[in-house]
């Protein structure tokens, strides 16, 4: 899944991915000679229906890059969740049995500004770079299993590297440090407290706010603090879940519903974090199809 998830940048088409990856294997499965391991097998039918489903397929990405920064007035534009990369839940997405180190080196491939990252590569420098710097193959493997050339390979993986840092990511990322992961206790006190002075003071000067299917974004703690205590005040009063996103600390956001009722599912929000403050706000708002993947109950 995992893998998938990183090359197609949808947990949805991830699945779907994984589904005909089984059919391949067992339709081809009397062909198997066992030449390489089963894993490695099944991640080479499954890097084929990635790229076979990329190959007419529009790039995903963030509201962050579909528009410049938003302001609280700004009309929403909703757009269908095939606009945007979505979230992968951890459970999904990383498999259990990995040491702590390959742990934490999957655990940054997905998450999400990385994710966004990889949609800006063509399909098959996408698949060379995850195969390489995640899943660890060597080029002489992976020109194996894609009918090219080594020095294709080398090539390809040379510009999705470029790429990459042109848009400030590459592998390693930092990981989630421990006085970061108290900071995003401290955030989801401040909002279920609806605390917002409390709450804007842990965000980075630099902060977004983004809404899927919505393109509006916004930038900055005064801008989100005025969303809010404006038009998102509605958030006020809301109960949250934890759970875990792309390799980042994230809740289930429940809103109060009417009198008498109990609290409705709003959002699976996503939370990016460096140096000790909030930098991302992630709010996807398709919680129809999200909170069953993530285990999350239909209310509160």
């Not at 997405?93 to 500004?113: F, H, K």
């Not at 098959?124 to 080594?150: F, I, N, Q």
């Not at 809404?211 to 801008?223: F, H, N």
């Amino acid at each position: 899944m995992g893998h998938c998830y990183r090359m197609l940048g949808s947990v949805a088409e991830a699945d779907d991915a994984v589904q005909e990856t089984m059919i391949r294997a067992w339709k081809a499965l009397d062909r198997f000679e066992e030449r390489s391991s089963l894993r490695t097998w099944l991640y080479r039918i499954a890097s084929r229906v990635c790229l076979d489903a990329l190959a007419d397929r529009a790039r995903r990405m963030r509201p962050m890059e579909a528009g410049p920064v938003g302001t609280v007035d700004d009309q929403l534009t909703e757009f269908p969740a095939s606009h945007w990369v979505e979230p992968v839940p951890d459970l999904q997405a990383l498999p259990s049995d990995a040491d702590p180190s390959e742990m934490a080196l999957l655990r940054e491939s997905v998450r999400l500004a990385f994710v966004a990252a990889l949609q800006h590569l063509p399909p098959k420098g996408r698949v060379v770079l995850l195969l390489v710097e995640v899943l660890g193959w060597s080029a002489a493997e992976v020109a194996a299993s894609l009918d090219m050339s080594v020095a294709a390979v080398n090539s390809a993986l040379q510009r999705a590297r470029a790429t990459l840092a042109s848009r400030g990511q590459s592998l390693p990322l930092a990981p989630l440090a421990r006085e970061d992961a108290a900071l995003v206790d401290r955030y989801v006190e401040a909002f279920e407290r609806y605390d917002v002075a409390a709450l804007t003071e842990l965000l980075h000067q630099d902060a977004t706010l983004s809404m899927p299917p919505y393109a509006l974004w916004l930038r900055g703690p005064q801008a989100i603090a005025s969303w809010l205590l404006g038009r998102g005040c509605g958030c006020r009063g809301s109960r949250l879940i934890r759970t875990q996103a792309c390799g980042s600390p994230a809740y289930g956001q429940y809103r109060p519903g009417a009198p008498g009722e109990p609290h409705q599912p709003w959002s699976l929000t996503v939370l990016e974090t460096e140096d000790g403050r909030v930098t991302g706000i992630n709010a996807f708002l398709d919680t129809a199809h999200l909170f069953p993947r993530f285990g999350l109950p239909a209310h509160l």
